[in-house]
């Protein structure tokens, strides 16, 4: 059974920082690659960032494209999102997911594998 473990989660001013880890263990882990959504309240969970694991390949929303990075690694079985200049839009509970296949990045039913979440917080 695999499972995914949120972490970095808290709250933070507006132009503030926070890194976010997802840590994998479980069961035979083989995953094509890792993704990043987040589900403010009243809204749907959106796509926020995706990185395959081989290539390093990344992917991003627009909304956060120049101030969050995604990475991975590969011998801890690690996925990080670094959130830069955070925005009060950016408040919401952040998921982590596996995909264990070639396939779109951004849609949900993509993913296999889901973290339990972690929140974000952030003030103007």
């Known amino acids: 059974q695999v499972q995914l473990v949120e972490s970095g989660g808290g709250s933070v001013q507006a132009g503030g920082s926070l890194r976010l880890s997802c840590s994998a263990s479980?069961?035979?882990?083989?995953?094509?690659?890792m993704g990043w959504f987040r589900q403010a309240p009243g809204k749907e969970r959106e796509f926020v960032a995706a990185?395959?694991?081989?290539?390093?390949?990344?992917n991003y929303a627009d909304s956060v494209k120049g101030r969050f990075t995604i990475s991975r690694d590969n011998a801890k079985n690690t996925v990080y999102l670094q959130m830069n200049s955070l925005k009060p839009e950016d408040t919401a509970v952040y998921y982590c997911?596996?995909?264990?296949?070639?396939?779109?990045?951004?849609?949900?039913?993509?993913?296999?594998?889901w973290g339990q979440g972690t929140q974000v917080t952030v003030s103007s």
């Open positions: 479980g069961g035979t882990f083989s995953s094509y690659g």
């Open positions: 990185v395959r694991w081989g290539s390093g390949f990344t």
């Open positions: 997911a596996a995909r264990s296949r070639l396939s779109t990045y951004a849609r949900l039913e993509s993913y296999d594998y």
